[in-house]
Structures are given as C-alpha cells and as structure tokens.
C-alpha cells in the first residue's frame, strides 16, 4: 500500500512541479517594464486566462504609472454635475481595482479637473481624496487582522512614487506604504486645504514617517524637511527663500542632489547659502518680474560663483543689472557640464570670453546675447572641445567666420545657429554649409536665416556624403 501510495505521488508530482514553475515564471514576466508598464497589455492579460489573472493578483512589483485626474474625463473643465458623478464612479471602480492588483502599480499621479464653481470642486475633491485613501488602505493591508493579511496577496501595495498637487488632509500621506515608497512630489496649490500648510503638525508628523523617501519634490515654502533622514533628491521651486530654511539641508548625509528653482529677485537672500550645499547640482534662475539694482546683482551673482558643485546652470538674466559682468562670475564653475544663458545685457566679447575656462561643458546655449560674434563663437568652439549641442540664438553672427572652428567640435550631435533675419540676412550657400561637413556626428542641424533656403534641408545630407567620400 505505502508502495502504491509513493507510486502515485511519484506520477503527479512532475506535473505539479511543472505547474508551479510556470506559474513562477508568469510572475516573473510580469515584472518586466515591457509587459507589466503598459495598461493595455496588463488589461489583455487579465482577460486571456485563469493562470495569467492569478500571477498578476501575486506579482512582486509592477510598473503601471496611473494618473488620476484628467483621464477621468472627456475634458479637463468639468462644466456639469453628471461629468463630476461620472469622474468619481470611475475612481471608485480604479480603486476597486487598486485594492486587488495594488501590486502592479509603481507610480501614482493624483491630479484634479478643472471645476468653475470652488464650493464644487472642494466637494470633488474631499469624496476623490477619501476614496484614494481608503483603496490606498486596503491594499496596503492597513487594519487588516494577521489572518487577514497572512491571506491577502503577498505583493500588497509596491506604490514607489506618488505625485500630487491636492491633499485635503494628512490621511492621504499617511495611506502611503512607507515601506516602499522612495518618489514624494507635492505641489501646494489651491486645491490644498487652507489650513494645511507644511508646517503643520499633522502634515509634518505624516512625512515623518515616511523615513524611506529618496527623492522628493515640492514647491512649497515651509517643510519640515529634516526629519526625512534618507531623503536623497530633492526638487524645489521657488521655495526654501530663507537662509535658515535652505542652510540645514547641508546636514542631511544621505541628499546627494539638490535641484532648486528660483525666481532671480526671491534667490538674492540665499545666494550665500548655495556654496554650503555640496549636493547642489542644479540651478535654474529665472528672471521673474522685478529688476536687480547693481548691489542685488552682485549679491546673486557672488553667491553663484561660489557654487562649484554645480553641472547644470539655466539662468535667465535680464532683470541682472548690465553694469554686472555676468560671465567673469561663472569661471570657478568648472564642473558645469550644461550651460543655458539667455541675457539680452550681455554684449561685450570680453565677457563672453570667460565661458571658455569651462571645458566640461557638453551642452551650451547662449540666446538674445550680442558680445557673442564670430570672434566669440570661435574662441568657444575651439576652447570647449566636449561639447555635444551648441545652440547660439539670435547673437551676434555675422559671417561664416566662426564655422570652420565649430567644424572642429567632432562630437557635436546637435548644431543650432539662428540669427535675426530683421539685422542679419547673411544667406550663405552651399560653399559655406560645406565648412560643416567634418561633423560627422550631427543628427541635428538647424540654422534659421544663417543659409539661405536652397542650401539647407536635404542638400546638408548631400554635402556630408560627398566630403565622407573624399576623405574615404
């Protein structure tokens, strides 16, 4: 008997073994960005089989990015009271839906239409936000019993990034799997309750427990920030506009990049900061409404030159005052990989001739600047040999001078050179274009009003190929 009970086992158990190993594999698939990124794919799955719909409920980490919001509808202003009910019984559906396969997801964008009447909207809002909320909840097994949650799909909740620009109250934050989640992107806006503000206890106690975050983003001006030990990206805009607010971050270990985002006038009181933050590396200024008198000038733009740790500067320089010399600012920068400059003040070569110190660079685009002449351009090209793009906008080209030292720039993959036909019709031809042709990397070429019609377009590809042959 122990004999014939052994023999049967024996017969099925390849079977099973079977059986479980693609279901395993299934699951495995699944994981894939290509299978499990796409909607459509992971609704094709769900209706082909019994086998597919399981490993799917089970699988360990998906990669479907939701966005809640103006998907909802046919338009993104929601003009009657049917288009609310309707977007609201379409998010209790997600959310259902949520609550089983919360696993798949990877990222959740929760956005709101516009509604004309605010009374409405802050209705819309309260009912969408508890509804997320709760699917959030379940899905993350919270006050689930222990039978319970020994039951439930092992994945549960793998939500690694959230974005928002509506948070009606601190339950939202804390139905985030704190486990898991390492993206947190807040925006405060109107549809924030007008009583929750970063700095609020019930806001600052919900991130305190999100201890895992890696990488958040904001633009908002008050945030307990520091209680975010493992932060280690932070993205901000126009906000952190005292000294003391933005001088702590320099005490967080773990942030290894920080991007900020100012307007030109509001980044006067922390230019001094910016050299105490060594994760600096990204800087955008904008030139905003008010104009900088001469001290507040040399405020920014000192406390710009002491940022060295940065490789990405935008900065938009027209409220700068012109008595400042903007490029002498700029030479110790010298990690700067990505250089944008659109400053209609800057007109003397000289000052443009500091840029060249700054052979890192890769990208560079100077627009509206007319010390950058050919003489400029040719000194840049021949100083900032790792250059890939080169974008000089509306400057001060006049001839075909410069372009036998760009040709030089062998890596360039993107060549940008616009003038302004109304001061410049310079109409060069095809001799001229030719200088070009040892670019043998370009993808892309653009230069507005620099050629004259006939001898750009598909004639650039006709020169190259003719050059390459030669030199063959």
Aim: net charge negative; with cysteine.
């Amino acid at each position: 008997m122990v004999t014939a009970r052994a023999s049967e086992n024996t017969n099925t158990r390849p079977a099973e073994a079977c059986q479980v190993t693609s279901f395993q594999a299934l699951q495995a698939a699944l994981q894939h960005p290509f299978i499990s990124s796409d909607a459509r794919t992971v609704c094709s799955l769900l209706q082909t089989c019994k086998t597919w719909r399981g490993a799917l409920q089970q699988c360990a980490a998906g990669n479907l990015h939701i966005n809640i919001g103006h998907t909802l509808y046919t338009s993104a202003i929601i003009t009657r009271a049917a288009q609310c009910i309707e977007g609201i019984q379409k998010l209790a559906s997600f959310c259902g839906w949520l609550q089983q396969q919360g696993g798949l997801v990877s990222s959740m964008t929760f956005e709101a239409p516009y509604l004309n009447d605010a009374e409405a909207r802050g209705a819309y809002l309260d009912a969408a936000e508890q509804l997320l909320v709760l699917s959030l909840q379940k899905a993350g097994g919270h006050g689930a019993t222990e039978s319970a949650a020994a039951s439930a799909a092992p994945a549960g909740l793998q939500l690694r990034s959230f974005s928002t620009k509506c948070v009606r109250s601190a339950a939202l934050l804390r139905a985030l799997p704190a486990a898991v989640l390492t993206r947190l992107e807040l925006h405060h806006s109107s549809d924030w309750r007008s009583s929750l503000h970063f700095n609020s206890s019930s806001i600052a106690a919900a991130l305190a427990q999100l201890g895992g975050l890696r990488n958040s983003a904001a633009s908002v001006q008050h945030w307990n920030i520091l209680s975010l030990r493992q932060l280690r990206q932070l993205e901000t805009d126009n906000c952190l506009q005292q000294p003391e607010l933005l001088a702590p971050l320099s005490t967080m270990a773990a942030l290894t990049a920080i991007h900020l985002s100012y307007d030109a006038a509001v980044a006067v009181a922390v230019a001094a900061v910016w050299q105490q933050l060594s994760a600096l590396h990204s800087l955008w200024l904008k030139a905003g409404d008010e104009d900088l008198d001469p001290t507040q000038s040399q405020l920014l733009l000192q406390g710009l030159a002491a940022a060295t740790s940065l490789t990405f500067l935008q900065l938009e320089a027209h409220n700068v005052h012109e008595s400042v010399q903007l490029c002498a600012h700029l030479t110790a920068l010298t990690r700067l990989q990505d250089l944008d400059l659109d400053c209609k003040h800057l007109a003397t070569l000289a000052d443009v001739l500091h840029l060249t110190v700054l052979t890192s660079l890769t990208r560079l685009h100077v627009c509206n600047a007319a010390g950058v002449d050919d003489t400029a351009a040719s000194a840049l090209a021949l100083r900032l040999k790792r250059l890939q793009e080169l974008r000089l906008s509306y400057c001060g080209l006049r001839s075909a001078a410069a372009l036998p030292s760009i040709a030089t720039l062998t890596g360039l993959t993107s060549l940008s050179l616009y003038v302004d036909p109304h001061t410049a019709d310079l109409d060069l031809g095809r001799d001229e274009l030719r200088l070009l042709a040892p670019l043998t990397q370009l993808k892309e070429l653009d230069c507005d009003a620099l050629f004259g019609e006939p001898a750009i377009g598909e004639e650039w590809i006709d020169v190259l190929q003719q050059w390459q042959r030669q030199q063959a």
